[in-house]
């Protein structure tokens, strides 16, 4: 079982920057697959940017490209999300996922996940 803790939420203006963290227990994070999902409400949760177990392969939304960067560090389990030029749209709550299976991929749809943290909170006001 891997239990996956969010933090580095908060209320920002718009263009402000935020780091989000992702910590999880376990031995075998370096050969997860990591993503970070938002879910703002009244709407469904959105795939927002994912990494390979070995941070080689990165993918993004289109609504965040060139904005916001996931890396990761398998020393400290941990894998983050820096978001820059932040817009009142990107106002949601995010999660980060696990997904256990094996190869250097990426993974964009919520389903292919295993584990899941509680979400951070993030506002940008205007």
């Known amino acids: 079982q891997v239990q996956l803790v969010e933090s580095g939420g908060g209320l920002v203006q718009a263009g402000g920057s935020l780091r989000l963290s992702c910590v999880a227990s376990?031995?075998?994070?370096?050969?997860?697959?990591m993503g970070w999902f938002r879910q703002a409400p009244g709407k469904e949760r959105e795939f927002v940017a994912a990494i390979s177990w070995s941070g080689g392969q990165t993918y993004y939304a289109d609504s965040v490209k060139g904005r916001f960067t996931i890396s990761r560090d398998n020393a400290k389990n941990t894998v983050y999300l820096q978001m820059n030029s932040l817009k009142p749209e990107d106002t949601a709550l995010y999660y980060c996922?696990?997904?256990?299976?094996?190869?250097?991929?990426?993974?964009?749809?919520?389903?292919?996940?295993?584990?899941w943290g509680q979400g951070t909170q993030v506002t940008v006001s205007s």
């Open positions: 996922a696990a997904n256990r299976r094996g190869g250097n991929y990426v993974y964009t749809t919520p389903e292919v996940y295993d584990y």
């Open positions: 376990g031995r075998t994070f370096s050969s997860y697959a």
